[in-house]
């Protein structure tokens, strides 16, 4: 089974993207979805996660602008982002931690421009 991430691009700062990551089949033990980010030249940190839809928890620099959501009848994750910044440009993966194990999607790239 792949995750599947999808909606990044290019945006202006203070825009907004919505980021989409699914499954490509089935997939059950699902603990924890996340999104992470990884700049050029950084290491890839964690930007929100999901525990049973409800449980959620930001880095402090997106708190407060971006918002994890879950549907656990497709087991797919959201990330709305609104008033980007220059510091959100990057390539963001979704993962999920199951029961056996995490699982990556490929990355997408939000450029945000200034």
């Known amino acids: 089974v792949q995750l599947q991430a999808s909606g990044g691009g290019l945006v202006q700062a203070g825009g907004s993207l919505r980021l989409s990551c699914a499954p490509s089949?089935?997939?059950?033990?699902?603990?924890?979805m996340a999104w992470y980010r990884q700049a050029a030249g950084n290491e890839r940190d964690l930007v929100a996660s999901?525990?049973?839809?409800?449980?959620?928890n930001y880095a402090d620099s997106v708190r407060g602008r971006f918002t994890i959501s879950s549907d656990s009848r497709q087991n797919a994750v959201y990330l709305q982002m609104n008033s980007l910044n220059h510091g959100d440009t990057g390539i963001y993966y979704c993962?999920?931690?199951?029961?056996?194990?995490?699982?990556w999607g490929q990355g997408t790239q939000v450029t945000v421009s200034s």
């Open positions: 993962k999920y931690n199951t029961a056996w194990g995490d699982v």
């Open positions: 089949g089935l997939i059950s033990g699902i603990r924890v």
């Open positions: 999901v525990v049973a839809g409800r449980h959620k």
